[in-house]
């Protein structure tokens, strides 16, 4: 069996409901990054001993959040003995803004992930585009890299729509079939 790990950045709770939705999908295990940009005791190792890295961040100022930053940045010690290549990643991010400049947040993760060595595993699915399509379909912000969510500022994270968690719930099963595959 395939060992995924979501590790994310949560502000105020609508990028864990994503992560969790993720999590679902993979039978993944959660590491969320606290508020200081740390990891808790052991998670470096989990990470190390994953399968795939599915990374999630809030898009705040068209990036990730400064916790998130600071955790990519301390990875330069499993980037510098090479611990993560050849490991699949893949990503997820929630902004307020429908656009929020979430493909920049996105794009971040891609190059992390490329730094490392990674495999990168987009989000595999057609954005429903049609005239008849509703905010809540699955993948109706569009995106192909990852996985995207739009909540607006003044919604709490229990109002996040069904559609964006249904999207990282499928995202999360492509992220484990495709692992899946990989180890095979």
Same mark, same amino acid.
């Given at each position: 069996?395939?060992?995924?790990?979501?590790?994310?950045?949560?502000?105020?709770?609508?990028?864990? #409901?994503?992560?969790?939705?993720?999590?679902?999908?993979?039978?993944?295990? %959660?590491?969320?990054?606290?508020?200081?940009?740390?990891?808790?005791?052991?998670?470096?190792?989990?990470?190390?001993?994953?399968?795939?890295?599915?990374?999630?961040?809030?898009?705040? +100022?068209?990036?990730?959040?400064?916790?998130?930053?600071?955790?990519?940045?301390?990875?330069?010690?499993?980037?510098?003995?090479?611990?993560?290549?050849?490991? %699949?990643?893949?990503?997820?991010?929630?902004?307020?803004?429908?656009?929020?400049?979430?493909? !920049?947040?996105?794009?971040?993760?891609?190059? %992390?992930?490329?730094?490392?060595?990674?495999?990168?595993?987009?989000?595999?699915?057609?954005?429903?585009?049609?005239?008849?399509? @509703?905010?809540?379909?699955?993948?109706?912000?569009? !995106?192909?890299?990852?996985? +995207?969510? @739009? !909540?607006?500022?003044?919604?709490?994270?229990?109002? +996040? %729509?069904?559609?964006?968690?249904?999207?990282?719930?499928?995202?999360?099963?492509?992220?484990?079939?495709?692992?899946? #595959?990989?180890?095979?």
């Amino acid at each position: 069996m395939s060992k995924i790990v979501v590790v994310f950045h949560s502000g105020y709770g609508h990028t864990q #409901r994503m992560a969790q939705s993720v999590a679902d999908g993979a039978n993944a295990e %959660l590491l969320a990054i606290d508020a200081d940009g740390n990891l808790p005791e052991g998670g470096w190792e989990l990470l190390s001993e994953a399968d795939a890295i599915i990374m999630g961040s809030p898009t705040y +100022m068209g990036s990730v959040s400064w916790q998130f930053k600071k955790f990519a940045d301390a990875s330069s010690k499993p980037w510098f003995s090479q611990q993560w290549k050849d490991k %699949l990643f893949a990503g997820f991010t929630n902004s307020a803004a429908m656009n929020g400049d979430k493909l !920049s947040t996105l794009n971040y993760l891609f190059t %992390l992930a490329m730094q490392h060595g990674g495999v990168w595993v987009g989000l595999g699915m057609l954005p429903s585009n049609s005239k008849a399509a @509703q905010r809540n379909d699955v993948n109706y912000v569009g !995106s192909y890299s990852g996985a +995207m969510a @739009q !909540s607006p500022s003044d919604a709490g994270a229990h109002e +996040m %729509l069904p559609g964006d968690l249904e999207t990282a719930r499928l995202f999360g099963e492509r992220v484990a079939t495709t692992t899946a #595959r990989f180890k095979a």
